[in-house]
Protein backbone atom coordinates (compact mmCIF):
# COMPACT_ATOMS: atom_id res chain seq x y z
CA UNK A 1 0.00 0.00 0.00
CA UNK A 2 1.43 3.38 -0.58
CA UNK A 3 1.39 6.44 1.27
CA UNK A 4 -1.40 8.73 0.45
CA UNK A 5 -0.67 11.67 -0.65
CA UNK A 6 -0.66 15.46 0.62
CA UNK A 7 -4.20 16.83 -0.02
CA UNK A 8 -3.99 19.30 -3.52
CA UNK A 9 -5.54 22.99 -3.50
CA UNK A 10 -8.47 24.05 -4.52
CA UNK A 11 -7.44 24.85 -8.04
CA UNK A 12 -5.85 21.30 -8.41
CA UNK A 13 -8.99 19.81 -7.35
CA UNK A 14 -11.36 21.66 -9.37
CA UNK A 15 -8.57 20.66 -12.29
CA UNK A 16 -8.95 17.42 -11.63
CA UNK A 17 -12.23 16.64 -11.15
CA UNK A 18 -12.97 18.38 -14.42
CA UNK A 19 -10.59 16.62 -16.88
CA UNK A 20 -12.67 13.72 -18.00
CA UNK A 21 -9.87 11.50 -18.89
CA UNK A 22 -8.96 11.40 -15.31
CA UNK A 23 -11.53 8.52 -14.94
CA UNK A 24 -11.21 6.84 -18.73
CA UNK A 25 -10.58 2.99 -18.67
CA UNK A 26 -7.15 2.66 -20.27
CA UNK A 27 -5.88 -0.53 -20.81
CA UNK A 28 -6.99 -2.25 -17.61
CA UNK A 29 -10.45 -1.16 -18.20
CA UNK A 30 -11.55 -4.94 -18.26
CA UNK A 31 -10.62 -5.49 -14.58
CA UNK A 32 -13.59 -5.81 -12.69
CA UNK A 33 -12.06 -3.26 -10.18
CA UNK A 34 -12.65 -0.88 -12.76
CA UNK A 35 -16.58 -0.97 -11.55
CA UNK A 36 -15.62 0.76 -8.07
CA UNK A 37 -12.63 2.61 -9.00
CA UNK A 38 -13.07 4.73 -12.18
CA UNK A 39 -15.24 7.39 -13.20
CA UNK A 40 -16.71 10.79 -11.83
CA UNK A 41 -19.91 8.46 -10.61
CA UNK A 42 -17.40 6.48 -8.11
CA UNK A 43 -15.69 9.15 -6.32
CA UNK A 44 -17.94 8.33 -3.63
CA UNK A 45 -16.20 4.44 -3.91
CA UNK A 46 -12.66 6.22 -4.16
CA UNK A 47 -13.17 8.11 -0.98
CA UNK A 48 -13.59 5.12 0.90
CA UNK A 49 -10.38 3.54 -0.44
CA UNK A 50 -8.82 6.57 0.56
CA UNK A 51 -9.85 6.66 3.88
CA UNK A 52 -7.85 3.77 4.69
CA UNK A 53 -4.71 5.17 3.09
CA UNK A 54 -4.80 4.27 -0.55
CA UNK A 55 -3.89 6.58 -3.20
CA UNK A 56 -3.88 7.50 -7.03
CA UNK A 57 -1.20 4.92 -7.67
CA UNK A 58 -3.22 1.93 -5.48
CA UNK A 59 -6.70 3.02 -6.99
CA UNK A 60 -4.77 3.05 -10.83
CA UNK A 61 -4.00 -0.73 -10.16
CA UNK A 62 -5.32 -3.74 -10.21
CA UNK A 63 -7.19 -5.29 -6.64
CA UNK A 64 -5.68 -8.34 -5.19
CA UNK A 65 -7.68 -9.59 -2.09
CA UNK A 66 -5.83 -11.20 0.68
CA UNK A 67 -7.83 -13.35 2.24
CA UNK A 68 -6.51 -14.36 5.60
CA UNK A 69 -7.53 -17.18 8.09
CA UNK A 70 -5.27 -15.57 11.03
CA UNK A 71 -5.95 -16.23 14.65
CA UNK A 72 -4.66 -17.00 18.39
CA UNK A 73 -6.95 -20.06 18.47
CA UNK A 74 -4.16 -22.71 17.08
CA UNK A 75 -0.35 -22.81 16.20
CA UNK A 76 -1.30 -23.57 12.34
CA UNK A 77 -2.69 -19.74 11.47
CA UNK A 78 -1.43 -17.95 14.49
CA UNK A 79 1.85 -16.89 12.42
CA UNK A 80 0.04 -15.96 9.35
CA UNK A 81 -0.66 -12.37 9.39
CA UNK A 82 2.96 -12.06 8.87
CA UNK A 83 2.69 -15.30 6.15
CA UNK A 84 0.33 -12.43 4.61
CA UNK A 85 2.30 -9.88 5.12
CA UNK A 86 4.86 -10.89 2.96
CA UNK A 87 2.16 -11.68 0.18
CA UNK A 88 0.90 -8.05 0.27
CA UNK A 89 4.57 -6.85 -0.39
CA UNK A 90 4.96 -8.94 -3.42
CA UNK A 91 1.75 -7.50 -4.62
CA UNK A 92 2.77 -3.78 -3.73
CA UNK A 93 5.82 -4.52 -5.59
CA UNK A 94 4.76 -6.11 -8.90
CA UNK A 95 2.25 -3.21 -9.02
CA UNK A 96 -0.73 -3.91 -7.37
CA UNK A 97 -3.12 -3.07 -5.08
CA UNK A 98 -3.42 -5.37 -2.33
CA UNK A 99 -6.63 -5.59 0.15
CA UNK A 100 -6.34 -8.10 2.81
CA UNK A 101 -9.91 -9.30 4.17
CA UNK A 102 -10.19 -12.11 7.56
CA UNK A 103 -12.09 -15.39 7.42
CA UNK A 104 -12.87 -18.14 9.73
CA UNK A 105 -10.91 -20.93 11.00
CA UNK A 106 -11.60 -23.75 13.69
CA UNK A 107 -8.75 -25.99 15.61
CA UNK A 108 -9.08 -29.23 14.61
CA UNK A 109 -6.69 -30.52 16.76
CA UNK A 110 -8.46 -28.45 19.76
CA UNK A 111 -11.84 -29.24 18.90
CA UNK A 112 -11.10 -33.09 18.44
CA UNK A 113 -13.03 -35.68 21.04
CA UNK A 114 -15.68 -33.12 21.50
CA UNK A 115 -18.59 -31.72 20.23
CA UNK A 116 -17.30 -28.83 18.77
CA UNK A 117 -15.60 -30.92 16.19
CA UNK A 118 -18.59 -30.76 13.92
CA UNK A 119 -17.78 -27.38 13.16
CA UNK A 120 -14.80 -28.52 11.03
CA UNK A 121 -16.41 -29.24 8.44
CA UNK A 122 -18.88 -26.37 8.05
CA UNK A 123 -16.09 -24.38 8.26
CA UNK A 124 -14.37 -25.21 5.05
CA UNK A 125 -18.23 -24.02 3.45
CA UNK A 126 -18.25 -21.17 5.35
CA UNK A 127 -14.47 -19.85 4.71
CA UNK A 128 -15.44 -20.72 0.65
CA UNK A 129 -18.60 -18.86 0.73
CA UNK A 130 -16.93 -15.65 2.75
CA UNK A 131 -14.00 -15.61 0.64
CA UNK A 132 -16.64 -15.86 -2.56
CA UNK A 133 -18.33 -13.10 -1.07
CA UNK A 134 -16.00 -10.63 -0.42
CA UNK A 135 -14.45 -11.09 -3.67
CA UNK A 136 -17.41 -10.43 -5.67
CA UNK A 137 -18.64 -7.81 -3.64
CA UNK A 138 -15.93 -5.59 -3.43
CA UNK A 139 -15.38 -6.47 -7.29
CA UNK A 140 -11.65 -7.94 -6.68
CA UNK A 141 -9.37 -8.50 -9.74
CA UNK A 142 -7.52 -11.35 -8.19
CA UNK A 143 -6.54 -13.50 -5.02
CA UNK A 144 -4.00 -14.67 -3.34
CA UNK A 145 -5.58 -17.08 -0.79
CA UNK A 146 -3.54 -17.72 2.38
CA UNK A 147 -4.04 -20.95 4.71
CA UNK A 148 -3.11 -22.88 7.70
CA UNK A 149 -5.11 -25.48 9.49
CA UNK A 150 -6.89 -28.37 7.65
CA UNK A 151 -10.19 -26.55 6.34
CA UNK A 152 -8.95 -23.12 5.33
CA UNK A 153 -7.01 -25.32 2.73
CA UNK A 154 -10.00 -26.96 1.11
CA UNK A 155 -12.04 -23.94 1.36
CA UNK A 156 -9.64 -21.02 -0.09
CA UNK A 157 -8.86 -23.47 -2.92
CA UNK A 158 -12.96 -23.86 -3.70
CA UNK A 159 -13.87 -20.32 -3.63
CA UNK A 160 -10.85 -19.83 -5.99
CA UNK A 161 -12.28 -22.04 -8.40
CA UNK A 162 -16.06 -20.60 -7.68
CA UNK A 163 -14.65 -17.20 -8.97
CA UNK A 164 -12.29 -18.00 -11.56
CA UNK A 165 -10.18 -15.01 -10.55
CA UNK A 166 -6.53 -14.87 -11.56
CA UNK A 167 -5.25 -17.03 -8.09
CA UNK A 168 -2.25 -17.97 -6.17
CA UNK A 169 -2.41 -20.63 -3.82
CA UNK A 170 -0.31 -19.70 -0.36
CA UNK A 171 0.37 -22.63 2.28
CA UNK A 172 1.27 -21.18 5.81
CA UNK A 173 3.64 -23.88 6.38
CA UNK A 174 3.83 -26.40 8.74
CA UNK A 175 4.94 -27.10 12.50
CA UNK A 176 8.54 -28.17 12.96
CA UNK A 177 8.82 -31.53 14.91
CA UNK A 178 8.70 -31.43 18.94
CA UNK A 179 11.75 -33.44 20.71
CA UNK A 180 10.28 -36.58 23.33
CA UNK A 181 12.52 -39.05 25.21
CA UNK A 182 15.17 -38.18 22.02
CA UNK A 183 12.82 -38.89 19.27
CA UNK A 184 11.09 -36.04 16.70
CA UNK A 185 7.43 -36.46 17.69
CA UNK A 186 3.80 -34.51 16.95
CA UNK A 187 0.43 -33.84 17.97
CA UNK A 188 -0.42 -37.27 16.71
CA UNK A 189 1.77 -39.00 19.89
CA UNK A 190 -0.04 -37.17 22.38
CA UNK A 191 -3.17 -38.18 21.14
CA UNK A 192 -1.84 -41.59 21.78
CA UNK A 193 -0.83 -41.00 24.64
CA UNK A 194 -4.02 -41.17 26.16
CA UNK A 195 -4.55 -44.66 25.20
CA UNK A 196 -1.31 -45.54 26.82
CA UNK A 197 -1.69 -43.42 29.78
CA UNK A 198 -5.26 -45.07 30.05
CA UNK A 199 -4.09 -48.61 29.61
CA UNK A 200 -1.31 -48.00 32.63
CA UNK A 201 1.74 -48.13 29.49
CA UNK A 202 2.70 -44.53 30.22
CA UNK A 203 2.77 -42.39 33.85
CA UNK A 204 1.33 -39.12 34.16
CA UNK A 205 4.83 -37.65 34.42
CA UNK A 206 5.44 -39.24 30.82
CA UNK A 207 2.70 -37.75 29.40
CA UNK A 208 3.02 -34.39 30.73
CA UNK A 209 6.46 -33.64 29.38
CA UNK A 210 5.17 -35.81 25.93
CA UNK A 211 2.01 -32.76 25.89
CA UNK A 212 5.11 -29.95 26.77
CA UNK A 213 7.09 -30.46 24.41
CA UNK A 214 5.01 -31.85 21.11
CA UNK A 215 4.70 -28.59 19.43
CA UNK A 216 7.44 -25.96 19.67
CA UNK A 217 5.98 -23.67 17.84
CA UNK A 218 3.50 -22.37 14.77
CA UNK A 219 2.54 -24.29 12.01
CA UNK A 220 0.48 -26.71 10.67
CA UNK A 221 0.89 -30.19 12.37
CA UNK A 222 3.94 -31.61 10.81
CA UNK A 223 3.25 -34.97 9.19
CA UNK A 224 1.65 -36.19 6.01
CA UNK A 225 -1.68 -34.77 8.00
CA UNK A 226 -4.50 -33.54 6.10
CA UNK A 227 -3.10 -29.61 6.10
CA UNK A 228 -0.01 -30.87 4.41
CA UNK A 229 -1.33 -33.25 2.47
CA UNK A 230 -3.90 -30.61 0.94
CA UNK A 231 -0.46 -28.18 0.63
CA UNK A 232 1.53 -31.16 -1.66
CA UNK A 233 -2.05 -31.83 -3.37
CA UNK A 234 -2.19 -27.59 -4.60
CA UNK A 235 1.12 -28.12 -6.29
CA UNK A 236 0.03 -31.12 -8.01
CA UNK A 237 -3.25 -29.89 -9.34
CA UNK A 238 -1.23 -26.59 -10.34
CA UNK A 239 -2.71 -23.87 -8.55
CA UNK A 240 0.36 -23.48 -5.68
CA UNK A 241 3.87 -23.02 -7.69
CA UNK A 242 6.11 -25.96 -7.25
CA UNK A 243 8.20 -25.92 -4.47
CA UNK A 244 6.09 -23.84 -2.35
CA UNK A 245 4.22 -26.36 -0.04
CA UNK A 246 7.47 -28.11 2.28
CA UNK A 247 8.96 -24.89 3.81
CA UNK A 248 8.14 -24.50 7.62
CA UNK A 249 5.94 -21.94 8.83
CA UNK A 250 8.56 -20.46 10.49
CA UNK A 251 11.60 -20.44 7.90
CA UNK A 252 12.43 -17.52 6.29
CA UNK A 253 11.77 -19.65 3.01
CA UNK A 254 8.15 -19.73 4.34
CA UNK A 255 8.27 -15.79 3.30
CA UNK A 256 10.17 -15.58 0.39
CA UNK A 257 7.47 -18.16 -1.38
CA UNK A 258 4.61 -15.70 0.29
CA UNK A 259 6.01 -12.77 -1.53
CA UNK A 260 6.90 -14.63 -5.12
CA UNK A 261 2.97 -15.70 -4.64
CA UNK A 262 1.68 -12.13 -4.58
CA UNK A 263 4.20 -11.12 -7.23
CA UNK A 264 3.06 -14.23 -9.03
CA UNK A 265 -0.45 -12.98 -8.56
CA UNK A 266 0.22 -10.54 -10.86
CA UNK A 267 1.63 -12.16 -13.65
CA UNK A 268 -1.62 -14.13 -13.75
CA UNK A 269 -3.89 -11.08 -14.00
CA UNK A 270 -1.48 -9.57 -16.91
CA UNK A 271 -1.84 -12.84 -19.02
CA UNK A 272 -5.72 -13.73 -17.48
CA UNK A 273 -4.44 -16.82 -16.07
CA UNK A 274 -7.33 -18.41 -13.91
CA UNK A 275 -8.21 -21.45 -12.06
CA UNK A 276 -10.42 -22.66 -15.02
CA UNK A 277 -7.42 -22.73 -17.32
CA UNK A 278 -5.71 -24.87 -14.92
CA UNK A 279 -7.72 -27.74 -13.74
CA UNK A 280 -8.60 -30.31 -15.63
CA UNK A 281 -8.96 -34.41 -15.74
CA UNK A 282 -5.48 -34.84 -15.68
CA UNK A 283 -4.43 -32.46 -12.55
CA UNK A 284 -7.06 -34.51 -10.32
CA UNK A 285 -5.53 -37.20 -11.56
CA UNK A 286 -2.33 -36.21 -10.61
CA UNK A 287 -3.89 -35.17 -7.13
CA UNK A 288 -4.87 -38.45 -6.57
CA UNK A 289 -1.56 -40.02 -7.90
CA UNK A 290 0.54 -37.93 -5.38
CA UNK A 291 -1.66 -38.61 -2.50
CA UNK A 292 -1.88 -42.16 -2.52
CA UNK A 293 1.78 -42.18 -3.46
CA UNK A 294 3.08 -39.96 -0.38
CA UNK A 295 0.76 -41.23 2.04
CA UNK A 296 -1.99 -38.89 2.20
CA UNK A 297 -4.68 -37.95 4.27
CA UNK A 298 -8.31 -39.88 3.81
CA UNK A 299 -9.81 -36.39 4.02
CA UNK A 300 -8.46 -35.51 0.65
CA UNK A 301 -10.71 -37.44 -1.01
CA UNK A 302 -13.75 -35.74 0.22
CA UNK A 303 -11.87 -32.60 -0.55
CA UNK A 304 -10.53 -33.31 -4.29
CA UNK A 305 -14.19 -34.95 -5.02
CA UNK A 306 -15.60 -31.07 -3.89
CA UNK A 307 -13.26 -28.97 -5.64
CA UNK A 308 -13.56 -31.30 -8.79
CA UNK A 309 -17.63 -30.36 -8.30
CA UNK A 310 -17.04 -26.43 -7.96
CA UNK A 311 -14.46 -27.12 -11.23
CA UNK A 312 -16.95 -29.14 -13.20
CA UNK A 313 -14.75 -32.08 -13.63
CA UNK A 314 -16.16 -35.67 -13.86
CA UNK A 315 -14.28 -37.21 -10.85
CA UNK A 316 -15.80 -40.27 -8.16
CA UNK A 317 -14.83 -41.48 -5.28
CA UNK A 318 -13.91 -45.24 -7.52
CA UNK A 319 -10.94 -43.17 -9.29
CA UNK A 320 -8.98 -43.03 -6.11
CA UNK A 321 -9.16 -46.58 -5.93
CA UNK A 322 -8.39 -47.00 -9.95
CA UNK A 323 -5.28 -44.73 -9.25
CA UNK A 324 -3.96 -45.83 -6.17
CA UNK A 325 -3.74 -49.61 -7.87
CA UNK A 326 -1.55 -48.26 -9.94
CA UNK A 327 0.71 -45.75 -8.08
CA UNK A 328 2.95 -47.19 -5.76
CA UNK A 329 3.44 -45.74 -2.51
CA UNK A 330 7.27 -44.17 -2.25
CA UNK A 331 7.22 -41.94 0.67
CA UNK A 332 7.04 -42.78 4.20
CA UNK A 333 5.80 -39.98 6.03
CA UNK A 334 3.37 -40.08 9.59
CA UNK A 335 1.56 -40.93 10.50
CA UNK A 336 2.47 -44.49 8.86
CA UNK A 337 6.21 -44.04 8.88
CA UNK A 338 8.51 -41.80 11.36
CA UNK A 339 9.65 -38.58 9.22
CA UNK A 340 7.26 -35.36 9.00
CA UNK A 341 6.79 -32.43 6.08
CA UNK A 342 10.21 -30.57 7.07
CA UNK A 343 12.38 -33.92 6.27
CA UNK A 344 10.63 -33.77 3.06
CA UNK A 345 11.61 -30.00 2.61
CA UNK A 346 15.26 -30.60 3.29
CA UNK A 347 15.88 -33.18 0.29
CA UNK A 348 13.58 -30.97 -2.34
CA UNK A 349 10.05 -31.21 -1.03
CA UNK A 350 7.47 -32.02 -3.25
CA UNK A 351 9.11 -31.72 -6.40
CA UNK A 352 10.91 -34.57 -5.82
CA UNK A 353 8.19 -37.15 -5.18
CA UNK A 354 6.44 -34.98 -8.51
CA UNK A 355 9.75 -35.84 -10.32
CA UNK A 356 9.56 -39.38 -9.70
CA UNK A 357 6.33 -40.39 -10.20
CA UNK A 358 6.65 -38.22 -14.04
CA UNK A 359 9.20 -39.86 -14.73
CA UNK A 360 7.62 -43.53 -13.94
CA UNK A 361 4.69 -42.01 -16.54
CA UNK A 362 2.39 -42.22 -13.57
CA UNK A 363 1.56 -38.24 -13.78
CA UNK A 364 0.40 -35.99 -16.94
CA UNK A 365 3.25 -33.64 -17.12
CA UNK A 366 1.19 -31.63 -19.81
CA UNK A 367 -1.23 -30.84 -16.88
CA UNK A 368 -1.28 -26.85 -16.88
CA UNK A 369 0.38 -25.06 -13.49
CA UNK A 370 -0.33 -21.59 -11.89
CA UNK A 371 2.67 -19.85 -13.55
CA UNK A 372 1.82 -20.90 -17.22
CA UNK A 373 3.94 -23.36 -17.46
CA UNK A 374 2.98 -27.26 -17.61
CA UNK A 375 3.96 -29.53 -14.42
CA UNK A 376 6.71 -31.04 -16.37
CA UNK A 377 7.97 -27.32 -17.49
CA UNK A 378 8.41 -26.46 -13.93
CA UNK A 379 10.12 -29.13 -12.75
CA UNK A 380 12.51 -28.66 -15.64
CA UNK A 381 13.00 -24.84 -14.65
CA UNK A 382 13.31 -25.68 -11.15
CA UNK A 383 16.15 -28.35 -11.88
CA UNK A 384 17.75 -25.45 -13.86
CA UNK A 385 17.12 -22.82 -11.43
CA UNK A 386 19.00 -25.18 -8.91
CA UNK A 387 16.18 -25.15 -6.52
CA UNK A 388 15.73 -29.65 -7.25
CA UNK A 389 18.32 -31.56 -6.10
CA UNK A 390 19.69 -34.26 -8.73
CA UNK A 391 18.39 -37.51 -8.07
CA UNK A 392 22.15 -38.83 -7.01
CA UNK A 393 22.47 -36.29 -4.26
CA UNK A 394 19.19 -36.92 -2.27
CA UNK A 395 19.98 -38.96 0.47
CA UNK A 396 16.11 -39.98 2.39
CA UNK A 397 15.46 -43.39 3.60
CA UNK A 398 12.14 -42.56 4.00
CA UNK A 399 11.95 -41.85 0.08
CA UNK A 400 11.58 -44.56 -1.83
CA UNK A 401 11.86 -45.03 -6.24
CA UNK A 402 9.03 -46.13 -8.10
CA UNK A 403 10.82 -49.31 -9.63
CA UNK A 404 11.61 -49.93 -5.64
CA UNK A 405 8.69 -48.63 -3.38
CA UNK A 406 7.51 -48.81 0.00
CA UNK A 407 4.06 -50.69 -1.22
CA UNK A 408 3.47 -51.46 -4.68
CA UNK A 409 0.51 -50.34 -4.53
CA UNK A 410 -0.99 -46.27 -3.27
CA UNK A 411 -2.38 -45.54 0.70
CA UNK A 412 -5.83 -44.90 -0.43
CA UNK A 413 -8.30 -48.03 -0.94
CA UNK A 414 -12.13 -47.32 -1.36
CA UNK A 415 -14.01 -50.29 0.25
CA UNK A 416 -17.59 -51.29 -0.63
CA UNK A 417 -19.79 -53.95 -0.16
CA UNK A 418 -22.95 -54.35 1.60
CA UNK A 419 -22.05 -52.06 4.42
CA UNK A 420 -21.08 -49.57 1.71
CA UNK A 421 -22.78 -49.75 -1.25
CA UNK A 422 -21.25 -45.93 -2.54
CA UNK A 423 -18.27 -46.24 -0.91
CA UNK A 424 -16.26 -46.26 1.91
CA UNK A 425 -12.28 -44.72 2.72
CA UNK A 426 -8.91 -46.37 4.14
CA UNK A 427 -5.51 -45.33 3.79
CA UNK A 428 -3.05 -48.05 4.88
CA UNK A 429 -0.43 -47.19 7.38
CA UNK A 430 0.28 -50.75 8.14
CA UNK A 431 -0.18 -54.40 6.12
CA UNK A 432 -1.36 -53.27 2.42
CA UNK A 433 -2.86 -57.42 2.70
CA UNK A 434 -4.96 -56.74 5.58
CA UNK A 435 -7.40 -58.96 6.46
CA UNK A 436 -9.78 -58.95 9.25
CA UNK A 437 -13.43 -60.67 10.66
CA UNK A 438 -14.85 -60.13 13.98
CA UNK A 439 -18.46 -59.02 16.34
CA UNK A 440 -19.37 -55.59 15.67
CA UNK A 441 -19.20 -53.21 18.49
CA UNK A 442 -22.09 -50.38 17.92
CA UNK A 443 -22.14 -47.14 19.36
CA UNK A 444 -24.53 -44.17 18.34
CA UNK A 445 -21.87 -41.35 18.84
CA UNK A 446 -18.16 -41.23 19.29
CA UNK A 447 -18.29 -39.72 23.02
CA UNK A 448 -19.71 -43.75 23.30
CA UNK A 449 -17.10 -45.15 21.61
CA UNK A 450 -14.18 -43.40 23.64
CA UNK A 451 -15.79 -44.20 26.62
CA UNK A 452 -15.77 -48.37 25.66
CA UNK A 453 -11.85 -47.74 24.44
CA UNK A 454 -10.64 -46.21 27.04
CA UNK A 455 -12.82 -47.93 30.10
CA UNK A 456 -10.46 -51.27 28.73
CA UNK A 457 -13.35 -52.66 27.18
CA UNK A 458 -12.27 -53.45 23.46
CA UNK A 459 -11.36 -56.67 22.82
CA UNK A 460 -9.17 -58.11 20.58
CA UNK A 461 -11.18 -59.09 16.98
CA UNK A 462 -13.66 -56.06 17.35
CA UNK A 463 -14.98 -54.43 14.70
CA UNK A 464 -15.97 -51.21 16.08
CA UNK A 465 -19.14 -49.11 14.64
CA UNK A 466 -19.42 -45.47 15.07
CA UNK A 467 -22.52 -44.31 13.14
CA UNK A 468 -24.34 -41.15 12.87
CA UNK A 469 -21.54 -38.76 12.68
CA UNK A 470 -21.66 -38.47 9.05
CA UNK A 471 -22.33 -35.36 7.10
CA UNK A 472 -25.55 -35.15 8.37
CA UNK A 473 -26.26 -36.93 11.05
CA UNK A 474 -23.45 -35.86 13.20
CA UNK A 475 -23.65 -33.04 11.47
CA UNK A 476 -20.17 -32.47 9.91
CA UNK A 477 -18.79 -35.71 9.98
CA UNK A 478 -16.80 -34.89 12.84
CA UNK A 479 -12.83 -36.38 12.66
CA UNK A 480 -11.98 -39.50 15.56
CA UNK A 481 -8.27 -39.12 16.15
CA UNK A 482 -9.44 -39.32 19.51
CA UNK A 483 -10.55 -42.79 19.48
CA UNK A 484 -8.30 -44.08 17.07
CA UNK A 485 -5.44 -42.84 18.28
CA UNK A 486 -7.23 -44.44 21.82
CA UNK A 487 -6.97 -47.44 19.96
CA UNK A 488 -3.64 -47.70 18.61
CA UNK A 489 -2.12 -46.24 22.35
CA UNK A 490 -3.86 -49.07 23.92
CA UNK A 491 -2.25 -51.98 21.67
CA UNK A 492 -4.56 -52.68 19.39
CA UNK A 493 -3.46 -51.29 16.04
CA UNK A 494 -3.19 -54.74 14.19
CA UNK A 495 -6.05 -56.16 15.55
CA UNK A 496 -8.80 -53.99 16.11
CA UNK A 497 -11.05 -52.40 12.97
CA UNK A 498 -13.04 -49.13 13.41
CA UNK A 499 -15.56 -48.39 10.65
CA UNK A 500 -17.95 -45.00 10.63
CA UNK A 501 -19.78 -42.97 8.47
CA UNK A 502 -17.77 -39.58 10.40
CA UNK A 503 -14.23 -38.98 9.33
CA UNK A 504 -10.84 -39.57 10.62
CA UNK A 505 -7.82 -37.37 10.88
CA UNK A 506 -5.01 -36.81 8.77
CA UNK A 507 -2.81 -38.37 12.02
CA UNK A 508 -5.30 -41.56 12.42
CA UNK A 509 -3.31 -44.87 11.82
CA UNK A 510 -4.31 -48.29 11.92
CA UNK A 511 -7.11 -49.83 9.91
CA UNK A 512 -10.04 -47.42 10.26
CA UNK A 513 -12.08 -47.24 7.42
CA UNK A 514 -14.35 -43.64 7.09
CA UNK A 515 -16.68 -41.89 4.96
CA UNK A 516 -19.50 -44.89 4.78
CA UNK A 517 -22.18 -44.18 2.63
CA UNK A 518 -24.78 -43.99 2.91
CA UNK A 519 -24.47 -42.47 6.39
CA UNK A 520 -26.87 -44.11 8.98
CA UNK A 521 -29.15 -41.02 9.46
CA UNK A 522 -30.63 -41.01 5.47
CA UNK A 523 -31.29 -45.32 6.63
CA UNK A 524 -27.54 -46.23 5.04
CA UNK A 525 -26.96 -50.23 6.18
CA UNK A 526 -24.00 -49.03 8.93
CA UNK A 527 -27.66 -47.45 10.70
CA UNK A 528 -28.84 -51.59 10.64
CA UNK A 529 -25.87 -53.09 12.42
CA UNK A 530 -26.20 -54.78 15.80
CA UNK A 531 -24.23 -55.72 18.16
CA UNK A 532 -22.29 -58.88 17.62
CA UNK A 533 -23.24 -58.97 13.86
CA UNK A 534 -20.32 -60.60 11.90
CA UNK A 535 -18.22 -57.74 9.95
CA UNK A 536 -15.32 -57.96 7.30
CA UNK A 537 -13.10 -56.22 6.03
CA UNK A 538 -10.76 -57.19 3.06
CA UNK A 539 -8.67 -54.77 1.87
CA UNK A 540 -7.35 -56.67 -1.38
CA UNK A 541 -10.42 -57.16 -2.12
CA UNK A 542 -11.85 -53.72 -1.10
CA UNK A 543 -14.86 -55.41 0.63
CA UNK A 544 -16.36 -54.09 3.64
CA UNK A 545 -19.29 -56.45 4.40
CA UNK A 546 -21.54 -57.77 7.41
CA UNK A 547 -22.86 -61.13 6.96
CA UNK A 548 -26.33 -60.44 6.78
CA UNK A 549 -28.79 -61.74 3.69
CA UNK A 550 -30.41 -58.51 1.39
CA UNK A 551 -34.03 -60.09 3.11
CA UNK A 552 -32.53 -59.43 6.61
CA UNK A 553 -31.10 -55.93 5.78
CA UNK A 554 -34.36 -55.33 4.07
CA UNK A 555 -36.44 -56.67 7.08
CA UNK A 556 -34.46 -53.83 9.29
CA UNK A 557 -34.53 -51.31 6.97
CA UNK A 558 -38.18 -51.12 7.17
CA UNK A 559 -37.89 -51.19 10.66
CA UNK A 560 -35.47 -48.33 10.91
CA UNK A 561 -36.68 -45.05 11.87
CA UNK A 562 -34.62 -41.52 10.56
CA UNK A 563 -33.15 -40.13 13.98
CA UNK A 564 -34.70 -36.71 14.57
CA UNK A 565 -32.35 -33.81 13.41
CA UNK A 566 -29.93 -33.14 16.27
CA UNK A 567 -29.85 -29.47 16.20
CA UNK A 568 -33.24 -27.48 15.80
CA UNK A 569 -31.43 -24.19 15.06
CA UNK A 570 -28.47 -22.34 13.96
CA UNK A 571 -25.50 -23.22 11.65
CA UNK A 572 -25.37 -26.62 12.31
CA UNK A 573 -28.99 -27.58 11.58
CA UNK A 574 -28.44 -25.83 8.25
CA UNK A 575 -25.88 -27.67 7.27
CA UNK A 576 -27.18 -30.96 8.66
CA UNK A 577 -29.96 -30.10 6.19
CA UNK A 578 -28.03 -29.07 3.22
CA UNK A 579 -24.99 -31.77 3.86
CA UNK A 580 -24.44 -33.94 0.66
CA UNK A 581 -23.06 -37.80 0.50
CA UNK A 582 -19.59 -38.13 1.60
CA UNK A 583 -18.75 -39.86 -1.39
CA UNK A 584 -19.60 -36.67 -3.13
CA UNK A 585 -17.37 -34.77 -1.48
CA UNK A 586 -20.03 -33.47 1.53
CA UNK A 587 -20.66 -30.28 -0.89
CA UNK A 588 -23.70 -28.02 -0.18
CA UNK A 589 -24.03 -26.86 -3.08
CA UNK A 590 -26.96 -29.00 -4.77
CA UNK A 591 -26.17 -29.31 -8.28
CA UNK A 592 -22.54 -31.03 -7.21
CA UNK A 593 -24.55 -33.54 -5.85
CA UNK A 594 -25.42 -37.39 -7.22
CA UNK A 595 -28.92 -36.93 -5.80
Known sequence: MSEQQPKSDDDERRRRREDTDRFAGGKDEELRSREVTEGPDKAPHRAMFRAMGFDDEDLSSPIIGVPNPAADITPCNVHLDDVADAALDGID?????????????????????????KASLISREVIADSVELVSFGERMDALVTVAGCDKNLPGMMMAAIRTDLPSVFLYGGSIMPGQHDGRDVTIVQVFEGVGTYAQGDMDADELDDLERNACPGAG?????????TMASLSEALGLAPLGSASPPAEDEERYAVA??????????????????????RESFENAIAVQTAMGGSTNAVLHLLALAGEADVDLSIEDFDEISRRTPKIADLQPGGSRVMNDLHEVGGVPVVLRRLLEADLLHGDAMTVTGRTLAEEIA?????????????????????????????????????????????????????FYHEGPARVFENEEAAMEYVQSGGIESGDVIVIRNEGPRGGPGMREMLGVTAAVV????????????DGRFSGATRGPMIGHVAPEAAVGGPIGLVEDGDHVTVDIPERDLTVDLSDEELEARREAWEAPEPPYEGGILAKYGRDFASAADGAVTNPRLTRD
Open 93 to 117: AAGGMPIEFGTITISDAISMGTEGM
Open 220 to 228: SCGGMFTAN
Open 259 to 280: ERAGELAMDCIENDRRPSDILS
Open 381 to 433: ELEERGELPDESAIEADFLYTVDDPKEEEGAIKILDGNLAPDGSVLKVTGDDE
Open 489 to 500: GAGHEDDVALLT
